[in-house]
């Protein structure tokens, strides 16, 4: 029997990659509304959405058996409201919100690892005096309690920064806010976390030297798996912009193990149940310690190709599975290669784009490495600043990903990927 499977934000993208898994052929994918209108727009339709879905579902012709997404803010808040309006698998609201929102994500985690939690405050920055009330010493990070991709977030190293910041901060938060405080409405939050809505942030001691990773896993009916590490390699100025994703993790095996162990004891805190999740950790290599950066509620759409690549099929499996209320059963090394990334081509200053590849270039890197994926994010044109929901210090004008046998492999496979493909942009000063 094919199963009707609805998708809140499909994109032509993520469609082939529905399409080509193995199962494929027993389900029907459905669009519950594009990728564009709830990710793309000048603001999130969250209460527009939450208005129309249900009667998209109602008057289906055919059985609804289950609500994915694989997107972050706001699809992965929207899903659980869904989910339990129709009966379906999924997580809580509840526990969604405890690892999304980044406040009270961390007085979570406390809870149960306080020694892999740096310090943080909570900050509201239309208070008097926000400044002079924070206690965190510099330097620290500065970030709403909800945004994506680092969105508004920044590297405080003095008095001046900090004002600058809460400056842009103020100017642009309303944009996840208002939307976010949609969701909480929603939700049966704790007193104190009723005061910390979507207008605030959060400050954090640092905890990014050494290597960073992400862990993708899932919880069914409480327990919890881990089954793939990814590495997450920085560049820029701070090493605050993701350079490349690469899979699998070359950290120690210990390491990685502690890592797993933290994120059960986490997780099931927090009870978080019946969804895939990622968890990103930082090693400090100097003195062997680990951090918890942040959870996220979903599989990583960044890593899907990789896992096609090394392990033979894309991990939207996983999250099929769990909304179907089976027991995942993921492939392991049975792909193409050895080794996977994805590689973001970035510019750390602003500009405008005159020319992007053409097809033809695309198809012909397609053609030189076996599973290559191209994302162009950018079109002739395009003013760098213009782009949204960007880092604070670079723009993501692509996306490439790649396979090789080996790292070094890897890279120079990129290096040619970057000979083949032509951009050109012209940057400020180059314009004077």
Aim: charged share 25%; aromatic share 12%; glycine share 6%.
């Amino acid at each position: 029997m094919i199963r009707n499977l609805f998708v809140v934000g499909l994109d032509d993208f993520h469609l082939r990659q529905l399409h080509s898994l193995a199962r494929a052929s027993d389900y029907r994918f459905i669009s519950l509304i594009s990728y564009e209108k709830i990710k793309c727009g000048k603001y999130f339709p969250v209460r527009e959405f939450l208005q129309q879905a249900p009667r998209k579902l109602a008057n289906f012709d055919g059985t609804v058996d289950a609500i994915i997404g694989f997107w972050d803010f706001p699809v992965s808040t929207l899903l659980p409201i869904l989910q339990k309006q129709h009966g379906l698998r999924g997580p809580s609201l509840n526990g969604v919100l405890m690892c999304e929102h980044k406040y009270w994500s961390r007085q979570k985690q406390m809870e149960v690892v306080p020694e892999l939690i740096p310090p943080f405050q909570g900050i509201d920055p239309y208070a008097n005096n926000t400044v002079k009330m924070c206690k965190l010493a510099y330097p620290f990070w500065l970030k709403p309690v909800k945004s994506v991709l680092s969105y508004l977030g920044f590297l405080i190293r003095n008095e001046s920064e900090f004002e600058t910041a809460l400056s842009v901060i103020k100017k642009c938060i309303s944009r996840y806010a208002e939307p976010f405080n949609f969701i909480l409405d929603q939700a049966d939050l704790p007193e104190a976390m009723k005061k910390i809505d979507g207008y605030h942030c959060i400050a954090e001691g640092l905890i990014s030297t050494g290597y960073q990773c992400t862990l993708e896993g899932y919880v069914h009916n409480g327990d919890v798996q881990v089954y793939g590490v990814v590495d997450s390699i920085r560049e820029g100025e701070h090493q605050t912009s993701f350079s490349r994703y690469q899979y699998p993790s070359t950290l120690p095996d210990d390491v990685q193990q502690r890592m797993i162990e933290a994120t059960a004891r986490v997780i099931t805190h927090l009870g978080y149940d019946n969804w895939p999740f990622n968890i990103e950790f930082y090693w400090n290599n100097f003195n062997d310690t680990i951090h918890l950066l942040e959870i996220n509620t979903r599989i990583s759409k960044s890593h899907c190709p990789l896992f096609k690549m090394v392990d033979g099929e894309y991990h939207h499996d996983v999250m099929i599975d769990i909304a179907l209320g089976n027991k995942p059963e993921f492939p392991y090394r049975q792909g193409r290669y050895s080794t996977a990334a994805k590689f973001m081509l970035r510019c750390h200053q602003d500009g405008r784009v005159v020319a992007v590849p053409s097809k033809e270039e695309i198809a012909r890197l397609k053609e030189r490495f076996e599973g290559t994926e191209v994302v162009i994010n950018v079109n002739a044109g395009t003013r760098l600043s213009e782009l949204r929901d960007q880092d604070s210090y670079s723009y993501e004008i692509a996306d490439v990903f790649l396979g090789a046998d080996s790292s070094n492999e890897l890279v120079k496979r990129y290096r040619e990927a970057m000979s083949i493909l032509t951009f050109h942009i012209v940057h400020d000063e180059e314009a004077k």
